[in-house]
Structures are given as structure tokens and as C-alpha cells.
């Protein structure tokens, strides 16, 4: 059923009648493609965008809407691929050729210098003359002109750091506008905001669209897809897999879209014993280095004997939330009990003891974190368990003994080439996840965390991985995994989590749960969660 | 009384002087480093135009040619140090120290097969030199008590480069805070990628402050070797450069805590040479190199945050490169 | 397939590239001596003479190259740690007063076979303490090491002057220079070992300090690549996120790293001190610490690198001073322009050939034609 429906969406969205084509076009994007080395992050992309709309662009994390942003925005350029805006071809090789086409962009992590005022921010650049007092006087009095029109009021005295982040995006929109853009690219503009900046925003963004500016918006909310696009356009691994006109598409369309359907079969066998709990987190928060939460109050416990799949868009909270697990971030408010030892604020642990208490963590990313890629495969293999004593003998660490260890395992996980001495950083993402999960497996862990198991894996070692996992917990090692795989998480929890904005939006047994409506609450977009977020996040507001 | 006055009002003058190279190099240093470029290069930069000036000087006689190699030589090193650190994102220590060691080697080694005086240059006459400029009506000022005084002895009479130097504080002032290429400049040190999605070229607006700092590094250099002395000797910039980084970082990267920093980092040394052997009351006779050290000493005390904190440009010594 | 560009080799990336980064700081340097009029082949000639050509050059050669290994492991050992030390020169003055002190305080009451374990003990510890206050500064209150260790160097030169003019110059004597230690507190030279064995070789200064630099550089190699100390020291330097996954207090590591450096800097007093000048007085460092960077990039931070670089510096010292002399025209500095564009070519612009060499090695192994595909 739902292959059919994105079968039929590719058709009728790319080779057939555009529902747009009629209309003036301020943006056309005609078989864009971009590579970063070996990985393909736009294949054949076109996108057509009608003036003076709201156009959405929804996609899973690595779908390639940034990268398309990018290079519609100069920051990238293309391998190959035309970009027309008005009609006219362009070409777009910086930054300064795209503010010049008329494009504005509000970038995710904001382009602002935190130490000057906020004038200067908006000014930067786009200065009218060679002393700052000058433009300073022009930009003012554009800048008031702008505030009044569309409800973007901020003090240009203010220092910009100072700000909240509500009023820095609101700055970032006026630098767009200052630079007079017809064409507007917000990335993921509401990810940082509370729901009340975001109505704030969006309002904006109607007031922008009445004065017939274009408006591109990425999200994977597919709340605000429905709530303010009038179309939409769907990635999915780099493809663009089909339009839609909003009216005429609904959220779970949207959502099949987005998570597609891969095949698979069920290879889970269902947890046999359950023990008791083994990781129990209570009350848990985590805050960023300005105060937010990043993990905001959650409970959950994982059991001996089971896995559970922690389910989410990245960026949700789970990557702290692993962290806080291994010792890598302390516990900001609430408490963990691993094995009995209490993990609270006040008494706070380190990696170095997680492991003495048998907990292995296989890392989101391995090469930021699970392993050196400048040491050679033996050495890699000891990473976090350099210190053992049967690696150390005596003063020195045993060659002998470390190779034979790396031999042994990369014997026991079918790592290849099998040669210990093989740079980390010349292996396939494949071997190396098995490296590191043959370090970590072979420990004999009573707790695993395990980040994004299989990402960038190639099909025949994930389907490895899976069994490894599947015979360690059926050993009686409690395992918390997270994965923005749908399918992983379906094919291998006992029990799945979804995680949004550091909340716990939902906990399940998996067989209660369907991969719909799992998009659907990845999304927010899940109708009984609706109320229950927005009375979180006001609350949340409040306190802050 | 009267004795301790003029002692005072000498030890400022000295003070002026010392200060000048100090001055330049930390308005030099400023530029590079408010763009996000470390420069640890200043002292060889400042050495390299020492040695080119007083050359130039005794070869033509014209302190204005000589001043004119002196900025260029200095400016092609800064663009060495550009080449390395923005065009090849090379690291920016190492550059500077093998900058200053070439500079330290090659001004040697030039001047000996020259000059063949032991790497000095020849003595130069005034006219090939940058003289002290008498103020108008300084002589009769100076019978006029007190403020004839501090008029004659401590703001006339010096070298007009002194006068540039002083200028020079306004002028880097206004530049940084009041121009839209000050306002570049500082936003590219603490934000590069905001300058590049702004439409404007990292590379090029560092490379201009990168040239900058050569320019006004070469006005000490030709201060030193034309200006207060009277030919080039080897290593004669001493660690000056260095002073004047610390100075830099003691001002906390603006103009005129800097230009405060210089003055006291050059009263202390214009005290430590009139101390010497001077016993003072209570304390007895004050180690020379006690005073001599102390802008190494401030700098490192301010470093490590217990006297206020210097907050560096926020993308000082990291290469800019486009994600991914 | 046919455009992913090929990454270079391994025997390019870390042999054939740094050599010819060395060589193209060696040509520039024979462009300086073109300038000043003379002929580089011929000046070539003379150094390679002066530094090999006969006993006391070789022995000079190798006294130069003792103080090299010294500060090259120095900057090497913390540089796997990703810091950057410039204050060898520093550490070097100050491991030098140790040794000095220790001497001065018990030359009289001990035996060679004392002394000499105490001055490599109080080298080291003088070095590594002196090293272990930047280090401190950079661990826990956040300075950068690079402006700290710059500053310590000249505070370093002003606490020896103070000293030495002050407190520990011989009574009765102009220069500042301490009294000369008792026979039992110095290091035979080479030329003196040789003779217990009746071999007669040329006086140099080349004294047992050698030995003691070999020796460190199998240690540091052993404790670099060998313990668990350095596989944490290497695992920070290399990416510190994976350091503190694996339970590493980057802190500490910078504090270890930084004191063994400082302690191995320290060790160029032993050679001078101990070894040749048989008493404390000024300047005795003369640069080598700066040198020791050179070392250091030149060998790419590994001690056998580091001793054939060492050597190489060595040699350029001792024949640039016979150059000095032979051809007036060029002085001695001449080394130190040269130490310079090493630093230029193979530290700052290391990288600034290795485009070119993959276009170039593309271009050479397609027109080869290798059907092996690549395939992890």
C-alpha cells in the first residue's frame, strides 16, 4: 500500500504535470547534483517554486535539503545542474552572487557576530558607505520601515550574544530583507524557538508573503508543513521523491513520504527473558552550555534482557542523552541507577568508571568519537580500555597480546582486510562499526548504548550487526539503542521510545507500535501528543 | 624638588621613545589579529625592516627611501605568513616562528656579506636619518616653569616617527570602530563564516589586514634602525616584537588599552635603565631585570585570569574552511 | 569511478613529500648565498667538509646534533599531545641552572657516579617544573601555551641574568660565570673515553651527554608507542572527543606531556653544562630550543626522524662555522636563515605541495593503467 503510494508520487511529481507549472516561477532547480567524495547528497534533484508562496521542503536527516539549500544559496556549488530564479539562468558560485539573485538565507546555526549590535549584524556587508555612521543612518531608518511592515521589532542597540534566540532569528530575516531578498530560505527555523516565537514567526512569514516575497522553508515538522506551506516537496536520500500542493496532501501522506519503505523482514526474535531493570533514569534533564534543555525531565528504565530503540529526528535530544549514560556529560537535575550505582549530580561518574561497571557504549559517531582514525586497527581496538591489566602486564602495553586481541576479534566479528595494522581511517564504515562493536560486545557488558548502530553501513555487514546485538541481549545485557532508522528500530526493539525537543513523546511495546505512526510522533505531528507538547513547552518557557 | 620634576619629566620622555616601536608593532599586531590571524611574527618583521632601512639608508642617504624599503620589506613578509596561513591554512605559530627566525638569520648573514662589519650597517650620517623635530616655540617655552618644562623636554623634541606612532592609535581606532572595513575586519576574527555568507571574501579582507600589519611593523622597524639609533646591529629589535604582542594582548585587542600598555610596558623600562645601580629607600637596589620582565610577567598573570580576563577574537588562529 | 580522485600513498605522504619540502627550503637557502655572490655548490662543498670531512668536525658535529635530540624530542613529545611548546629554550636555561646548582651545592662531597644521575635528575626536574607552569596555565585556567611558553622564555633569560650577575659569579671576577666544578662533577668528553681505550681521536666538545640522548630517544619512542601514558597522550592529540569517550582527562595529559617535554629541554644543560663548560654562565643555550622545531617538523615528531634531522642541524652548525670561515662572506647566521625555511616549508606550508603531488600521482597512475578497483 504505501509502496504504491511513493511509487506513484515519483511518477506524477517529477515526470508528469507539475501542479505548479502554470504559475510564474521564482525558483527553478533543474537536475542538481552534488557529491562529497563517494556519497551522493543530491541525485538529480529538480524543484520548481511558484512566486510569492510558501514552499516547503520536508526530508529524514541526510535526505540532502541542506546541501540543496547550500547551493542554492552559493555556499556549495553543484557538480552539475541549472538553477534559473525569475526565469533567467544563473549561475550561483558564492554567497555573494546568491544575495545579489535576490536570495536570502536564515541559516540553522546563525551567521551573526555575537559581539556586535545588532545594527552592525544587519549592516554587515551590505554597508551603504565607507563609515559606519553613515549606513548606520540609512540602515536605520530602512531597518524601522521593515520592523513596522512586518512585525520584526528589535533593538538595533542591543549587544547581539545578549539576545534570546527568538529575537537573533528575527535579526538574521531583517539582514535578508535589508539586502532586499525576494526569495527567503529558512533552515529549519523553529527547531531552537518556543511555540510562542514560532507563532510569532510565522506570522511574520504571512506578512512577508503578502508583499509577494518567496518564501523556502525546510522543516521535518510536518505540523508546520501543513499549518502555513501552500506546497510542499519531499526528499528522501538525496532524491527529490515528490510535490505536493498543502491542500491537497495530508500529514500521513507526508509522513509515508518522507520514512518510505524498505523492504524487510522481520528478523527480530522477541526478547525470551526479561530481567529486572538494569538502567533506570529518572526525572532526567540536561541542559546546553546557555541553559536550555537539551534532555528536559525523563523517565524510562531498560530491562536485562531487552533492547529498546530509542526512535527520533537527530538532533532531539538522544545524543546527550547517550553522553549523560556513558559519563561523558554530567547529570544536570534527576538521577541514573546503573547497576546500582546511583548517578546524580552530586555524585557524578566518568567513562573511565562506566566501563569498570561493565557499561560499553558503541558511539553515534565513530569517527568523532568511537575511534582514532589516524591509529592503526590494534590500536583502535583498545580505545577506553588502555589501562587494562592484562593489556598492561608491566609497565609497557603487550604488543603481543594487543594484536593477538585484534586478530581474535577481527576473526570473531569478520573484520576485513583482517590486518591489525591497517590505518582506522582506511577501513569501509562497515568494518569499522564491527571493530568497534567487537571492542565493546566482547567485554561481556551487562548495559550497551549503542548510537545509530548501522549508519553508513554497507547491507551485509548491518544485517551482522543486528544478529551480534540480538545474541547479546539474549545473553541478559539491557541495550538502549538509538536510531533515526525506522526500520532498525522496528526490526530489533523489544520496547521503542520517541524522543522530540528532549522529551519522551511516547514509550511503547514495539508491538503496539506501526512505522506510520512512529513518523507521525517523530514529526510531532502525532494528534495525541499535540496538547501534551504544547502544555510541556509553554511550561518549559515559563520556567526560562 | 625641583631635580626629582625633571627626573620625572626625562623618564617620560624616555618613556615616548622607548614606546614608539612598541606602539606601531601593537597597532600592527591589532590588525592582524582582530582579522583572526595570530602574529607571533612581529619582532622579525620588525627586524627584516630595521636591517632593509638602515641599508637603504647608507646606500642612497634618503631616510624616505629608506623608510619606503623598509615598509615594503616587512609587508612581503607579512605576505609570506599570509600565503601560509590563509591561502594554504597553514599553522599560524609556525609561521610566525619561522618568520622570526628567518628574519633573525638573514638580516646577519645580508648585512655581514654587505657591510662586513659583524652585521652591522654603517653609521649613517643625519641627513640619511629621521631627526628630532624641535616644536615651534619649545626653547622659549622651557623657561616657563613646570608646563614650559614638560612642554620642551617631553613633547617637543622627538622624532616625528613618535608623532606618527601616537597619530597612528587614533587612526587604527577610527578604522576599526569607525569604518565599514573596522567593522569587516573585526567581524571576520570572531566570525568568519558570517563575513562569508554576508557576500564578502575572508581571504581578502584577512590579506588586507595581514598587509596592514606589515605596513605599520615596517615604520617601527625603520624607527629603530634610522630613528633612534643611527645603523642596523644584529638582533638590535631585542624582543620588542614580543613586548609589543604582550602589550596587545594586555590591551585586550583595542587601540588604546593597548597604546596604555605600551607607555607602562616603556616606563618600566625607561625606569629599570635609569634605576640601575640606584638605590631606593626601604626596598634597597631594585633588580634591573625584576622591572625588565615585568610586561612578561603582567601578560602571563593576566592570561591565566587573575588580574581581569583578555577574551581573544573568538576565531583567532583557526583556519577558515568551509564545512565538510 | 574514473574521477574519484586517489589519496597519495603512504611512502609519498610521509617519505617523499617532507623531503622535498626540505629541499625546497635548502634551495631557497642556496638562493641567499647566490645573492650575497657567492656559489652555493662550492659553499655546499665546504660544509659538508667542515661537518664530515675529518675527526673534530665529526665531533663537533655531533655535540651540535646531542643539544638537537634534546630540544627535537622536547617539541616532538608535545606536539603528540597537539600542543605547541616554544619554551625549549626557556626549560633548556633553566634545566641548565639545575644541573648548575646541583654541582655548585655538591661537587665537593660526592662521586662522579653520584653527581652524574643527580645532574640528569635535577636537569630534568628543573626543565619539566619550569614547562609545568604553562602547562598548568593551559590545563586549568584556559591560557594559550604558545603566548605563556613565548613569555617564559625571557623570563627564564632574566632569572639567569639576575642570578648569575647577583648571586652566582665567582667573587673576584668580571664575567658573570660561576666557579668551576670539581673534576668529579663532569662528563668525560668522547676524545677522553677513547683514550681509556687507547684510541686517539680528535679533541671536540662531544661528550658522554650523547649516549644519554640516544638513550632518551629509545625511551621517548618506547613511551610514546609503547605505554599506555603515551597511547593517551597520542589518542588526545589526535582527537580529543575520543579521548574523553575513553575515559582520558585531557588535563592531566597536557600536564605529563608537557613536563617530560620541558624535562628533555632541560637535558641541553646537561651537554653544556655537565659536559663541556664545566660551570654555570650565560647564553649557554644559544638558540638550540628554537632549533629543536625545526628538528622536530623536519622529523616528523618521531625520535628516529628527530636524530637524523638532529644530525643534519648538526652538521649544518659545525659547517656553517667552518663556512664562516672559509668564505668570510657567509656567516655562521647563514644556519640559522636555513633553520628558518625548514620551519617555513616543512611546518607551515607542509601541505602546500601535496595538491600537486595527487594531481600529479593521479595523472601518473591512470596513464599506467591499474584496473584494480578500490572497494572497502
Known amino acids: 500500500m504505501s509502496d504504491m503510494i511513493s511509487d506513484t508520487a515519483t511518477q506524477d511529481g517529477l515526470a508528469g504535470e507539475s501542479p505548479t507549472n502554470h504559475l510564474a516561477l521564482a525558483i527553478e532547480l533543474k537536475n542538481i547534483n552534488k557529491s562529497f567524495g563517494a556519497v551522493r547528497a543530491n541525485k538529480n534533484v529538480n524543484l520548481p517554486v511558484v512566486a510569492g508562496t510558501i514552499h516547503g521542503i520536508v526530508g529524514e536527516n541526510g535526505a540532502g535539503k541542506s546541501t540543496l539549500m547550500s547551493i542554492l544559496y552559493g555556499f556549495y556549488e553543484a557538480d552539475r545542474g541549472e538553477v534559473f530564479i525569475a526565469g533567467n539562468k544563473v549561475r550561483i558560485d558564492s554567497s555573494k552572487a546568491a544575495i545579489k539573485a535576490g536570495i536570502g538565507m536564515v541559516h540553522q546555526h546563525f551567521m551573526l557576530v555575537d559581539t556586535f549590535t545588532v545594527l552592525e549584524n544587519i549592516m554587515l556587508g551590505a554597508e551603504s558607505s565607507p563609515l559606519i555612521s553613515n549606513s548606520a543612518i540609512e540602515a536605520t531608518s530602512i531597518l524601522e520601515h521593515l520592523a513596522d511592515n512586518y512585525g520584526l521589532h528589535v533593538r538595533l542597540s542591543a549587544i547581539t550574544g545578549t539576545l534570546p534566540v527568538g529575537e537573533q532569528q528575527r535579526v538574521e530575516i531583517l539582514k535578508a530583507l535589508y539586502r532586499r531578498a525576494r526569495i527567503l530560505i529558512l533552515d529549519e527555523p523553529t527547531g531552537v524557538l518556543t511555540p510562542s516565537e514560532t507563532d510569532q514567526l510565522f506570522e511574520v512569514l504571512k506578512a512577508l508573503k503578502n508583499e509577494g516575497v518567496t518564501i523556502l522553508l525546510i522543516t521535518h515538522k510536518l505540523r508546520e508543513i501543513m499549518a502555513i506551506t501552500d506546497c510542499v516537496s519531499v526528499m528522501r536520500h538525496g532524491e527529490m521523491i515528490a510535490h505536493r500542493k498543502t491542500s491537497e496532501t495530508s500529514k500521513e501522506e507526508l509522513a509515508e513520504l518522507m520514512v518510505g519503505r524498505k523492504v524487510f523482514d522481520s528478523l527480530n526474535r522477541p526478547a525470551e527473558k526479561i530481567g529486572p531493570a538494569s538502567v533506570v533514569v529518572e526525572n532526567l534533564t540536561v541542559l546546553s552550555s546557555q541553559n536550555v534543555p537539551l534532555v528536559d525531565n525523563i523517565s524510562f528504565q531498560v530491562r536485562a534482557g531487552e533492547i529498546v530503540g530509542i526512535a527520533g529526528v537527530s538532533g532531539n535530544g538522544q545524543s546527550e542523552l547517550l553522553d549523560v549514560l556513558n559519563g561523558i556529560r554530567p547529570v544536570d537535575q534527576g538521577r541514573i541507577v546503573i547497576n546500582g550505582r546511583e548517578i546524580t549530580p552530586d555524585h557524578p561518574f566518568d567513562p573511565a568508571e562506566a566501563r569498570t561497571l561493565k557499561i560499553a557504549h558503541v558511539p553515534e559517531d565513530r569517527h568523532r568519537m568511537g575511534l582514532v582514525t589516524k591509529f592503526d586497527a590494534r590500536e583502535s581496538i583498545i580505545l577506553g580500555y588502555q589501562r587494562l591489566t592484562r593489556y598492561n602486564p608491566g609497565m609497557l602495553l603487550d604488543q603481543q597480546v594487543v594484536n593477538d586481541e585484534c586478530n581474535r576479534l577481527m576473526a570473531l566479528f569478520d573484520v576485513r582486510p583482517h590486518q591489525p595494522e591497517i590505518k582506522s581511517a582506511n577501513m569501509s564504515g562497515g568494518n569499522q562499526q564491527k571493530l568497534i562493536l567487537a571492542r565493546e560486545i566482547d567485554k561481556a557488558p551487562t548495559e550497551l548504548f549503542v548510537g545509530q548502530p548501522t549508519r553508513g553501513v554497507d547491507i551485509g555487514a548491518i544485517e551482522f550487526i543486528h544478529e551480534q546485538l540480538l545474541d547479546l541481549r539474549d545473553t541478559g545485557c539491557a541495550i538502549l539503542m538509538v536510531s533515526v532508522e525506522l526500520d532498525e528500530i522496528m526490526q530489533l526493539s523489544d520496547r521503542i521510545i520517541v524522543m522530540f525537543e528532549g522529551r519522551i513523546v511516547a514509550d511503547m511495546a514495539r508491538e503496539e507500535a506501526d512505522i506510520k505512526t512512529l513518523g507521525l510522533m517523530m514529526a510531532n505531528a502525532h494528534d495525541t501528543t499535540d496538547a501534551d507538547h504544547g502544555a510541556q513547552a509553554t511550561s518549559s518557557a515559563g520556567e526560562s | 624638588m625641583e631635580d626629582t620634576f625633571l627626573f620625572v619629566v626625562l623618564t617620560l620622555d624616555a618613556m615616548l621613545r622607548v614606546a614608539t616601536p612598541l606602539i606601531l608593532c601593537a597597532m600592527a599586531g591589532l590588525f592582524s589579529e582582530r582579522s583572526g590571524i595570530v602574529d607571533i611574527s612581529l619582532e622579525g618583521k620588525m627586524l627584516v625592516a630595521a636591517f632593509t632601512s638602515a641599508t637603504v639608508a647608507a646606500l642612497t642617504g634618503s631616510p624616505w627611501l629608506a623608510l619606503f624599503a623598509g615598509v615594503s620589506m616587512a609587508t612581503m613578509m607579512s605576505l609570506i605568513h599570509g600565503f601560509a596561513c590563509i591561502t594554504h591554512n597553514g599553522n599560524q605559530v609556525v609561521s610566525g616562528v619561522a618568520i622570526n627566525i628567518i628574519a633573525s638569520g638573514l638580516t646577519a648573514v645580508l648585512g655581514n656579506a654587505w657591510f662586513h662589519r659583524g652585521g652591522q650597517t654603517p653609521s649613517l650620517p643625519s641627513e640619511a636619518r629621521f631627526m628630532p623635530i624641535e616644536l615651534p616655540f619649545a626653547e622659549a617655552a622651557g623657561s616657563i616653569p613646570i608646563i614650559g618644562t614638560i612642554y620642551k623636554e617631553m613633547i617637543s623634541g622627538h622624532n616625528g616617527l613618535v608623532y606618527v606612532a601616537i597619530a597612528m592609535v587614533l587612526i587604527t581606532w577610527w578604522v576599526i570602530y569607525r569604518t565599514r572595513f573596522g567593522l569587516r575586519l573585526r567581524a571576520v576574527g570572531e566570525n568568519p563564516q558570517a563575513v562569508d555568507t554576508a557576500g564578502i571574501s575572508v581571504a581578502w579582507l584577512r590579506y588586507r589586514a595581514v598587509l596592514i600589519c606589515g605596513l605599520l611593523t615596517g615604520i617601527a622597524g625603520t624607527y629603530l634602525a634610522i630613528a633612534q639609533n643611527a645603523s642596523f646591529v644584529r638582533d638590535m629589535t631585542a624582543g620588542q616584537g614580543y613586548i609589543a604582542l604582550a602589550a596587545l594582548i594586555f590591551g585586550k585587542w583595542k587601540p588604546w588599552h593597548a597604546l596604555g600598555a605600551c607607555l607602562m610596558f616603556g616606563l618600566l623600562d625607561a625606569v629599570a635603565i635609569r634605576m640601575q645601580g640606584v638605590s631606593v629607600q626601604l626596598i634597597g637596589e631594585m633588580p634591573v631585570q625584576l622591572i625588565q620582565t615585568m610586561p612578561y610577567i603582567l601578560t602571563v598573570v593576566l592570561l591565566a585570569g587573575f588580574i581581569g580576563k583578555a577574551i581573544a577574537p573568538k576565531a583567532i588562529g583557526i583556519p577558515y574552511v568551509k564545512e565538510r | ?376
Not at chain 3, 625511551?219 to 574523553?244: D, H
Open chain 3, 1 to 376: 569511478m574514473n574521477d574519484t580522485v586517489k589519496p597519495l600513498p603512504r611512502w609519498i605522504d610521509v617519505g617523499l613529500i617532507p623531503i622535498i619540502n626540505v629541499s625546497i627550503a635548502l634551495l631557497v637557502s642556496g638562493l641567499v648565498i647566490l645573492a650575497v655572490g657567492e656559489n652555493p655548490i662550492e659553499a655546499t662543498k665546504v660544509m659538508i667538509t667542515g661537518a664530515f670531512g675529518y675527526d673534530e668536525g665529526v665531533g663537533y658535529t655531533l655535540y651540535y646534533a646531542t643539544n638537537f635530540v634534546f630540544t627535537g624530542l622536547a617539541v616532538a613529545i608535545a606536539f603528540h599531545a597537539g600542543l605547541f611548546n616554544i619554551g625549549g629554550e626557556g626549560q633548556a636555561y633553566i634545566g641548565g641552572l639545575g644541573v648548575g646548582l646541583a654541582m655548585l651545592l655538591l661537587d665537593a662531597s660526592m662521586p662522579a657516579v653520584l653527581l652524574v644521575p643527580i645532574a640528569i635528575l635535577s636537569a630534568a626536574l628543573f626543565g619539566g617544573l619550569y614547562a609545568a607552569v604553562p602547562a598548568y596555565l593551559q590545563a586549568y585556567r584556559g591560557s594559550h601555551i604558545v603566548i605563556t611558553t613565548i613569555m617564559f622564555n625571557f623570563i627564564a633569560s632574566a632569572i639567569m641574568v639576575y642570578l648569575m650577575v647577583n648571586v652566582l659569579i665567582n667573587p673576584g671576577q668580571q664575567s658573570p660565570e660561576s666557579r668551576e666544578f670539581s673534576d668529579a662533577a663532569q662528563l668525560p668528553f668522547m676524545h677522553e673515553i677513547f683514550g681509556w681505550f687507547g684510541v686517539t681521536i680528535a679533541h671536540s666538545p662531544l661528550n658522554l651527554s650523547i649516549v644519554w640522548a640516544l638513550i632518551c630517544c629509545v625511551l621517548v619512542w618506547v613511551f610514546i608507542w609503547r605505554t599506555k601514558w603515551g597511547y593517551e597522550i597520542r589518542t588526545v592529540g589526535f582527537n580529543e572527543t575520543a579521548a574523553s569517550y575513553a575515559g582520558i582527562k585531557p588535563a592531566r595529559v597536557i600536564m605529563l606531556s608537557m613536563c617530560i617535554s620541558g624535562g628533555l629541554a632541560g637535558f641541553v644543560g646537561l651537554n653544556e653544562i655537565l659536559g663541556v663548560q664545566h660551570r654555570l654562565l650565560l647564553n649557554f643555550t644559544a638558540g638550540y630550543g628554537f632549533t629543536g622545531i625545526a628538528v622536530s617538523l623536519m622529523g616528523r615528531n618521531h625520535p628516529f626522524g628527530i636524530v637524523l634531522a638532529s644530525v643534519l642541524f648538526g652538521a649544518l652548525y659545525q659547517g656553517g662555522a667552518e663556512l664562516a670561515f672559509e668564505i668570510p662572506t657567509i656567516t655562521r647566521e647563514m644556519v640559522v636563515a636555513i633553520q628558518g625555511f625548514v620551519i617555513l616549508f616543512s611546518g607551515a606550508l607542509a601541505y602546500m605541495i601535496t595538491p600537486w603531488m595527487t594531481w600529479l600521482y593521479n595523472r601518473l597512475s591512470r596513464s599506467a593503467v591499474t584496473p584494480v578497483e578500490a572497494e572497502g
